[in-house]
């Protein structure tokens, strides 16, 4: 049933795959994030609780579900890398964990930037932000294991086990920091409503989090893209492939 | 079996000839929680407060220091590689060192802490509920650890990049136990986080003899 | 639209500072991850060259001693080869460089702004 995946184990054929997604991800990514990003800030009407600060939500849980999915599609690739051992699996891990750490990164800025109106404070130690910070780590874990291995097949390996073990613990920490949260309850608990959305307000997120995930798909495959050539530098489609793109000035 | 053994027996007797560095964790253990009295005053209600958190922290950190000694030598002087060759299964080896390292590095902090209950003004219902979170908890420590150690066995720069990887994956562990000495203090039934703390246990003593043999053939190509 | 004027949708409520920051930031970081891999794909596309140049280059210089080496007597032969190969290879050194530091440049700068945008 997965043969028609088998000729993307080779390293040429993904990155010529990468090369014809490319185009189609980031142009159709960057249309749907600008058009929900500009629907949502200035015609999605306002939240009578929390007024215009509400609008914060259209960057904040796109990120931050894009983060945990990005976490998850990380383990998946470590996964088969180490159950099937394709090479091409961990060149795709290792190209989606700056992407996660990145909109991990940028869930933690705007879930701090909605606290401070919100709670009055900068950093409030609520469930989803220390999930967040949590989940933080593991990328950074991750990323630094990878980068301390000369060998990358080796790196490639260690790596995938350590984005298993995160994952595994992700719902633990995930489900623990929660239940610790109610027993230390602090200040509000930041209520989304998501259910409780009026399709006003609901729809530019649902584009939100499309646009997000069709843009880091975009990046995801430029990434990829770099991993191939760094680790195949070598290779005689690699040389062909850069005096074809590069403009032949360059070299003798 | 009887390699299992002889592999336990060599473990603890070479821990006891470096019994200079078995201290080091222990010494690290203590000096660190002795800065929190310093650091926030000698308050016994603001010690009884923080004092679960902080004896379960600086066991973390103390085991972490610990960790390294777990294939550090082995691999050093060869008889790491000869162990996965030799027909002894390597996850059970794995667990044999696991619990050597566990006697050797943790049991003597679990020996220390009614001492560090003291000093923390812990109330003896909450120094009960932290010795069943040690004793359950602890082994959790070196189990998932060793998958961390047997991956970075190798590497130069081993000791921070371990505790990036090892405390976001404690941070659950740290959670149940520190909650269960408080529901003591409370006087509250803490069973719950026990539990909770023993499935993880038997969760990781099932998979990790597994992980870290895989751990090891990785980092050992 | 939901704002009267672009003052309003400016100040978003009073809360202008917080949204902005939040948008902005996103923006930023995003921007940041997508310039770091456009331009190591440029970097590495550069490097395979580079190296195919080297690779010619040392080919050709060792070709060029080779048949020095042939057409030459002996004798006075060995001091012309060897000034021959110098000054071949010297010519070609140079020219090579020169052609070289702009795209070596372009590379260096690439290669630091990776550095310092990588983790």
């Given amino acids: ?32 994030i600008l058009f929900a990003t500009v629907w949502g800030l200035a015609y999605a009407p306002t939240d009578y609780q929390q007024s215009e600060a509400y609008r914060i939500i259209y960057v904040h849980v796109p990120t931050a579900v894009l983060s945990k999915s990005l976490y998850s599609a990380m383990a998946v690739a470590a996964f088969i890398g180490l159950v099937w051992q394709v090479k091409t699996s961990f060149m795709a891990m290792m190209a989606l964990a700056p992407i996660g750490a990145t909109v991990t990164f940028i869930s933690l800025i705007t879930g701090a930037a909605w606290g401070k109106p919100m709670w009055g404070t900068w950093w409030e130690w609520d469930a989803r932000l220390t999930s967040q910070l949590i989940l933080m780590f593991l990328f950074i874990g991750v990323i ?86 760094h680790r195949e530098i070598k290779r005689p489609w690699v040389v062909a492939l850069a005096n074809k793109t590069s403009p032949l000035s360059k070299g003798k | 079996m009887a390699a299992l053994m002889a592999i336990l027996k060599r473990d603890l007797a070479l821990a006891y000839r470096q019994r200079a560095e078995l201290m080091q964790p222990m010494l690290f253990f203590i000096l660190v929680i002795s800065l929190f009295p310093l650091a926030v005053g000698p308050e016994p209600k603001t010690l009884q407060l923080i004092g679960p958190g902080v004896i379960w922290v600086a066991a973390i950190l103390s085991s972490l220091l610990g960790l390294e000694r777990l294939f550090r030598d082995d691999f050093q002087d060869g008889s790491l590689e000869q162990l996965m060759l030799s027909s002894t299964s390597l996850p059970a080896a794995a667990l044999v060192k696991v619990v050597a390292h566990w006697l050797t590095s943790i049991l003597p902090l679990i020996i220390l802490s009614p001492l560090l209950a ?32 047997g991956l970075t066995v190798g590497l130069n ?65 | ?10 100040d978003m409520g009073g809360y202008g500072l917080y949204v902005w920051l939040s948008f902005g930031s996103a923006v930023l970081s995003l921007l940041v991850l997508w310039l770091d891999s456009f331009f190591s794909k440029r970097t590495l596309l550069t490097q395979v060259l580079n190296e195919q140049a080297r690779q010619a280059r ?7 001693s080779a048949t020095a080496e042939q057409s030459a007597t002996a004798g006075k032969s060995a001091i012309a080869e060897q000034s021959a190969t110098a000054g071949k290879s010297a010519t070609a050194g140079k020219s090579a460089t020169a052609g070289k530091s702009a795209t070596a440049e372009k590379t260096a700068t690439a290669e630091q702004r990776t550095n310092g945008e990588t983790i």
């Fill in chain 3, 58 to 64: 040392i080919k050709a210089a060792a070709e060029q």
């Fill in chain 1, 144 to 229: 630094s294991l990878y980068k301390s291995f000369e060998d990358k097949q080796q790196a490639g390996k260690a790596a995938g086990v350590m984005a298993i073990v995160g994952v595994i613990n992700l719902p633990i920490i995930h489900y623990s920091v929660q239940w610790w949260n109610t027993l230390h309850q602090g200040a509000t608990i930041l209520k989304l409503g998501k259910p409780s959305m009026p399709p006003e307000m609901l729809w530019p997120l649902l584009l939100s989090i499309l646009g997000w995930a069709l843009v880091c798909g975009a990046v995801f495959l430029l990434r990829m893209q770099n991993e191939i050539l």
């Fill in chain 1, 1 to 32: 049933m997965w043969k028609w995946l088998h000729p993307y184990a080779k390293t040429e054929r993904t990155y010529h795959l990468c090369q014809r997604l490319l185009p189609w991800f980031s142009v159709l990514g960057l249309a749907v």
């Fill in chain 2, 157 to 221: 720069r081993g000791g921070v990049l371990l505790a990036l990887l090892l405390l976001p994956v404690f941070i659950p562990l740290l959670i149940f136990a520190t909650s269960a000495v408080e529901f003591a203090s409370m006087e509250l039934q803490y069973s719950a986080q026990l539990a909770i703390i023993g499935a993880m246990f038997l969760f990781s003593l099932a998979l990790a003899p597994f992980a870290i043999a895989y751990a090891l053939r990785v980092s050992q190509t």
């Fill in chain 3, 1 to 10: 639209m939901y704002f009267e004027d672009i003052n309003s949708f400016l």
């Fill in chain 2, 118 to 149: 003291l000093f923390l003004h812990l109330s003896e219902p909450m120094y009960w509920a932290l010795l069943k979170t040690l004793l359950l908890g602890t082994p959790l420590l070196s189990l998932i650890g060793g998958i961390a150690v």
